[in-house]
RNA sequence: GCCCCCAUAGUCUAGCGGCCUAGGACGUCACCCUUUCAAGGUGAAGAUCGCGGGUUCGAAUCCCGCUGGGGGUACCA
């Protein structure tokens, strides 16, 4: 028996081909820890429905009392992109998420980066072994001759080419003398020809997924370059770093019987599967893509996101807790989220549903915390310094009731608030003239505005109002018309929060200079 | 092509044989509130539960077929 890094490389123990349904309850019952993990692949930015699978790993954890592990897959040195962990981890941590073990927190099973664990030899004990046991062969046939082998077949009318090394049947030493002329080889499992391989999946329940094992074909183990290819080291070290339970997306459900396959070879007791439902583009067509979908993690916050409404919003797509629940804290979540309420078909993308969330989530916040949510958004917008003085903090802080509840995203900030941090330019004259005024009516008004906004005492939103109301009524308008007017003349938009706070905050003085400069202009 | 999975309104979903004349949310529309925009309130439209067969006294709920959608089919994960 080898050990390999503390671990037990195969056990003599009964081979389970499945999990029994008892194991299973009793693998969630509380009595035995639930280890569970999320393994991305540091070829980029963590694309959204990355953190949704991360999110129901971490809240299944969570909710069992287990442990959730961060594990690094970067067996792939060709798509291996610098920074990207780095990424990753703080988008995972921006929606809320902790690891009780990974590359950068350590633990029992270290190292967490695949790359690692190679050069450790893991990967290549474990494949000894299947080739001492007749599990796996080195094939010698290049990728260019497997091409031919397909069209060939395809040629003769073979309607599905599943590729079988003619070195299935070689013995040892045959490889071995191969392997010393210097020809480049692969390690592939030797999958059964015959027969079905069938396990059961949690979220899809009633019966077990089955597959025809000649519908299968001989998958890479070790690439030439003596890598290990995703089957072969995820399945290793969830056996190793001892999971639980595989959550993970639907896209791995056809390659889940190779999996299945490696387990029996190895004389491993299955972990139990679960796999979430994708999340489609917002058109359905497909699922959402790095290339055409704004999915990066990292690029929510500077959309204006709060990491709690994006967590809710992800944990609602393809999972629910009864018919109105949508709003829930962490908390809420840990205590109500189960496997068996996740969803087996696809969610779709809902951006609309998403920002409602956000807005909704922007209101709940204390006022002292949007103005502090608010700044960084000011500070890019160069609408207050980087960092920002002790009175800038305190003018927005001023300024959050006038829009806490017309956000939706932070980002929406700056817009609606520029008038307040920048001097405006006098807007044009057709801005000013409201709904049956002309250039006239709209100069008395503003005029008269000015007067009496001169002698207000003191400067008080209430009295703003009132005092703009009566003034209305003194000139024959509306209070539409004159306070349109005021509006424009005062932000320079049609649009703005209520104009007697909007006054109110600007202050006096340079409320009356806008005003003038307006009038100005008719 | 082959293999696998899935299927309730435009979208997310509740429903796990009778509580369903199918509930909630987003979106849409109308009205109310109102100084604009939001927010909030009220209400409406929108689903013959994809289609066709069964099982059953009874089906959105169980079974089969079809169709549709998605996923997979790499020395990527």
Known sequence: MNTVSGST???????????????????????????????????????????????????????HGGQFILRLEDTDEKRFVAGAANDIVASLRWVGLN??????????????????????????????????TGWAYKSFVTPEAIEEMKTAAMARGVKSFRFRGPERDWSLEQMAAEEAKGTPYTVRLKVPTDGVTEFHDLVRGGEEISIENDTLYDIVLLKSSGMPVYHLAHLVDDHLMEMTHIIRGEE??????????????????????????????????????????????????????????????????????????????????????TIDRVQASPARWNPDKLLDMNGKYIRMLAPDELAARLLPFLSRAELIGDPPTADERAYVRQLVPLVHERLKELSEAPDLLVCFLRE????????????????????????????????????????????LRVLAEALGL????????????????????????????LGRARALQRIRAATAVL
């Open 9 to 63: 490389l195969v056990g003599g123990g009964p081979i389970h081909v499945l999990a029994t349904v008892e194991e299973r309850a009793i693998m969630t019952d509380g009595t035995a820890p639930v280890r569970v993990r999320f393994a991305p692949s540091p070829t980029g930015f963590l694309h959204i429905g990355g953190v949704r699978t991360a999110l129901f790993n971490w809240l299944f954890a969570r909710h």
């Open 99 to 132: 690891w009780d073990e990974g590359h950068d927190v350590g633990g029992p099973h270290a190292p967490y980066i695949q790359s690692q664990r190679h050069e450790l030899g893991i990967y290549q004990a474990h494949v000894e072994y299947l080739l001492k």
């Open 252 to 337: 791995w459900v056809p390659s889940t019987p190779y999996h299945i396959i490696l387990y029996h070879a190895f004389g491993w007791r299955l972990p139990i599967f679960a796999h979430v439902p994708n999340i489609l583009r917002q058109d359905g067509r497909g699922k959402l893509s790095k290339r055409k979908d704004d999915v990066a993690t990292n690029r929510f916050w500077e959309r204006g996101y709060l990491p709690e409404a994006l967590r809710n919003y992800l944990a609602l797509q393809g999972w629910s807790y009864d018919d109105r629940t949508e709003m829930m804290t962490l908390d809420e979540l840990i205590e109500r989220f």
């Open 424 to 467: 405006i330019e006098p807007p044009a004259a057709d801005l000013l003239i409201q709904k049956k005024m002309d250039a006239d009516g709209t100069r008395a008004a503003l005029e008269a505005a000015a007067a009496r906004l001169e002698a207000v005492e003191p400067w008080d939103r209430a009295i703003l109002e009132e005092t």
């Open 478 to 505: 509306k209070t539409g018309q004159l306070f349109g007017t005021i509006r424009v003349a005062a932000t320079g938009s049609k649009v703005s929060p209520p104009l007697d706070e909007t006054l109110e905050v």
